[in-house]
């Protein structure tokens, strides 16, 4: 059974640009939920998605955005890119709502320069 | 509001020793799970546990024990006999229970270094 599959794995992105993330869950995993993780705070909650709907979202500003297709797969996009947004993007899925069990993609990490 | 706190950022510890890695949590809910994640170099989290809050018996699998402890809120995860791969960032996690629009909040991780 193939696990959760991130891409792109490594990124580097300037000041201003924008960047898409892409997330492929395990088969027949319908919630697909996206952490920010950095050094000084941990694994921080971006969003939940789950049959296309956002069903809950963390404290991040409007610049990040998501998305989740038909086929559960699922996106995020970081618009106007700052140095602070240089982190390990960590994409997690599950069967359904709060089942318990995260199944993690490897990430995709952003530099900004 | 909930909350995780793993209040050790890092440890060093000789191969063959035993560790606790700590985990402090806070919650109004009555049910809830509690979980405990491993992330080695690779950067792939793995799921290691899922506790629910009525369910307090220890449990224990191979080298690894967890105790879980209602009255002092902490749910710590103990390697016994640690061995080198069990080298890893390792994360408390907390998620309410019948509440199936809630996330699942990580605390900031543990890094644990054995040394060989």
């Known amino acids: 059974k193939a696990g959760v599959t991130q891409t792109p794995r490594y990124l580097i992105k300037t000041r201003g640009q924008q960047v898409t993330l892409s997330c492929s869950p395990i088969s027949g995993h319908r919630s697909v939920s996206w952490y920010q993780q950095t050094p000084g705070q941990g694994l921080q909650f971006l969003f939940e998605y789950f049959s296309e709907t956002q069903r809950n979202k963390g404290n991040f500003p409007g610049r990040f955005s998501g998305r989740q297709f038909s086929n559960s797969r699922s996106e995020m996009n970081v618009s106007t890119l700052e140095l602070g947004d240089s982190a390990l993007y960590l994409c997690?899925?599950?069967?359904?709502?709060?089942?318990?069990?995260?199944?993690f993609g490897e990430g995709s990490r952003l530099t900004v320069l | 509001a909930q909350k995780v706190t793993q209040a050790q950022t890092e440890i060093s510890v000789v191969e063959k020793e035993d560790v606790t890695l700590d985990c402090v949590y806070e919650?109004?809910?009555?049910?809830?799970?509690l979980f405990w994640y491993k992330q080695p170099p690779s950067g792939e989290l793995v799921f290691l546990i899922r506790?629910?809050?009525?369910?307090?018996q220890n449990e224990i699998s191979g080298r690894y024990s967890w105790n879980f402890q209602k009255s002092t809120s902490s749910f710590n995860f103990t390697i016994t006999a640690s061995q080198v791969v069990d080298s890893a960032v390792y994360f408390c996690a907390l998620s309410a229970y019948m509440n199936r629009d809630d996330k699942i909040i990580f605390g900031k991780g543990t890094r644990l270094h054995i040394l060989p």
């Open positions: 506790r629910n809050s009525f369910d307090e």
């Open positions: 997690a899925t599950q069967t359904g709502l709060n089942t318990g069990e995260l199944f």
């Open positions: 919650t109004r809910d009555t049910t809830y799970y």
